[in-house]
């Protein structure tokens, strides 16, 4: 069983950065795709940002030109570099992980709370 734990997360004033941490108990080469997720109160849950085994990168329309998805295979750790926040980032963020190409993520973090200040 994998698990991810993730980090970083905190209290930031708006323009602020951040930088989260997604630490997997196994190797993620096993893992198609990885992302980022995240829940405001209130609010669905949205993916921020994917990253493929392949090297491709996706980001929500909100998040890019803002926010930076990154893996290191050697560290089995993905990142969430996030530039210039705002108060609408807040938000708890989860790490994922798929094995497959298509269906569900197969594991979750327990989340890290981002709060941004205006």
């Known amino acids: 069983q994998v698990q991810l734990v993730e980090s970083g997360g905190g209290l930031v004033q708006a323009g602020g950065s951040l930088r989260l941490s997604c630490a997997a108990s196994g190797s993620i080469f096993n893992f198609n795709a990885m992302s980022w997720y995240r829940q405001a109160p209130g609010k669905e849950r949205e993916l921020v940002a994917t990253s493929t085994d392949g090297g491709k990168t996706n980001y929500a329309d909100s998040v890019k030109g803002r926010f930076t998805i990154s893996r290191d295979n050697a560290k089995n750790t993905v990142y969430l570099q996030m530039n210039s926040l705002k108060p609408e980032d807040t938000a708890v963020y989860y790490c994922?992980?798929?094995?497959?190409?298509?269906?569900?993520?197969?594991?979750w973090g327990q989340g890290t709370q981002v709060t941004v200040s205006s």
């Open positions: 994922a992980a798929r094995i497959f190409i298509v269906g569900d993520y197969n594991y």
